[in-house]
């Protein structure tokens, strides 16, 4: 078993650039695929990027997915912050390639 | 369009069970892996259970193992989760959740909230 730590929250300025970073603690970060959900409030996730850095259809190129081996981290980087963008991030990858392990989540705040 | 829509959440004492069921449209469900996932109040997402598409693999988080049970009728499009032997901590929104749709997209419901409570 492993787990996936994000930050507690971050905060940008409209039309600036953001990182959220997910940490794995055991095994390769890409020996999984990450994928990447919005969560605003009191509605339910969706999509935002999987397999590590795919957007899927309707999602702005404005936001992107990585991953590093370096760090054992993955990586959502959000650009030309939009107030729509305030939301609840969270990552998600496989254990033995089937259970969601999912990062606390970051609160992102677009002040 | 894909649409999951879960209903069956309410108010359920300590110790009493409760069955979610998830009804799907806008894909062809009996070919797709689905997931149960829940959040607490105020807190993050935590998965629940892993069904199969033939619903012969099913898999359990430790905290719901022997009191959650998963299955799914692939003729009614419908996902189910039976809960038994609620606890307090069971208080959730619970989601099911498509996984890996064309290409390979994870689709969630709105959500249905369960609150156990004496």
């Known amino acids: 078993n492993f787990m996936l730590t994000q930050p507690h929250s971050v905060s940008e300025s409209p039309g600036k650039t953001v990182t959220i970073s997910c940490t794995r603690s055991s095994g390769s970060i890409a020996s999984n695929y990450v994928q990447w959900y919005q969560q605003r409030p009191g509605s339910s996730p969706t999509t935002v990027i999987y397999e590590d850095n795919q957007r899927p259809s309707g999602v702005p190129d404005r936001f992107s997915g990585s991953i590093d081996s370096s760090s054992n981290s993955a990586s959502l980087t959000i650009s030309g912050l939009k107030t729509e963008d305030e939301a609840d991030y969270y990552c998600q990858s496989y254990d033995s390639s089937i259970y969601w392990v999912f990062g606390g989540g970051t609160k992102l705040t677009v002040l | 369009e894909v649409q999951l829509v879960e209903s069956g959440g309410g108010l359920v004492q300590p110790g009493g069970s409760l069955r979610l069921s998830c009804a799907a449209s806008?894909?062809?469900?009996?070919?797709?892996?689905m997931n149960w996932v829940r959040q607490a109040p105020g807190k993050g997402l935590e998965w629940v259970s892993y069904i199969s598409s033939s619903g012969s693999t099913i898999y359990y988080a430790d905290s719901v193992k022997g009191r959650f049970t998963i299955s799914r009728d692939n003729a009614k499009n419908s996902l189910y989760l039976q809960m038994n032997s609620l606890r307090a901590e069971d208080t959730a929104v619970y989601y099911c959740?498509?996984?890996?749709?064309?290409?390979?997209?994870?689709?969630w419901g709105q959500g249905t909230l369960v609150t156990v409570s004496s």
């Open positions: 959740a498509l996984v890996c749709y064309i290409p390979c997209v994870d689709y």
């Open positions: 806008g894909f062809t469900f009996s070919s797709y892996e």
